[in-house]
């Protein structure tokens, strides 16, 4: 099966449904967003990474930053914060360029490495889509984390990329049903910069959009 343009889901929407899927919902379904200190702090690394003007070449490796990338078997687009081509034998030929080149992905990030594996969900996803584009396979990337100023290298294995196709299959039949799923409280919850637009107080059934024309509703009605 393959997706239309039209139906493409961000890669990024990965990390939101990894963390909780109603968050993800919330954002990508019902459109609601809210900023904390994680998000903007986040925005201000990927701003680094995709500075125009930090183009730069070393050596034998090319860096491109904010490589648009898609994938039509996935249904998902995004960008990558940053993409390495290293020159080796035996890698892709590039437009312009001498020689073949080795293709290695680098997602930036906030702080430091994570106790789960949601951003190796992302640039497992980004890597897949840069295989489908380039007609290539890519082994490992990269997670630099600004906290630690470190990069963490991660494999792509197989156990992983089954995990990102069947995500990515749930999202898309959660967007095409318009589905929200219902509260459940965890530890996260207090972490999460939509916990006061979630309203899990309201009750288990009405979804935020609901909640919110009702409410308008009641206010015309007095």
């Known amino acids: 099966m393959e997706y239309t343009e039209e139906e493409y889901l961000m890669i990024s929407g990965i990390q939101h449904f990894k963390f909780c899927r ?106 897949m889509c840069l295989e489908e584009m380039l007609c290539c396979e890519i082994s490992s990337g990269y997670l630099y984390y600004g906290e630690t100023r470190h990069r963490e290298k991660v494999e792509f294995t197989e156990a992983v990329r089954k995990e990102v196709k069947e995500m990515f299959q749930e999202m898309h039949s959660y967007f095409s049903r318009k589905y929200t799923p219902k509260v459940r409280w965890s530890k996260s919850c207090n972490a999460c910069s939509l916990k006061d637009i979630c309203l899990p107080a309201l009750g288990r059934n009405k979804s935020v959009k609901d909640y919110i024309e009702q409410h308008l509703l009641d206010e015309d009605e007095n």
């Not at 070449?57 to 993409?83: F, N, Q, Y």
Request: glycine share 8%.
């Open 22 to 127: 109603r968050q993800w919902a919330l954002i990508h379904i019902e459109q609601q967003w809210e900023e904390n200190v994680h998000t903007v702090v986040g925005e201000l690394m990927h701003k680094k990474a995709h500075d125009p003007y930090l183009k730069e070449k070393r050596k034998d490796t090319l860096i491109v930053r904010a490589l648009p990338v898609s994938s039509r078997t996935l249904g998902i687009s995004g960008e990558c914060d940053i993409v390495e081509f290293h020159r080796c034998e035996g890698g892709i030929s590039l437009y312009g360029q001498e020689g073949t080149y080795r293709v290695v992905p680098v997602e930036y990030k906030r702080g430091a490495p994570k106790t789960d594996h949601t951003d190796i969900l992302q640039l497992t996803a980004q890597a």
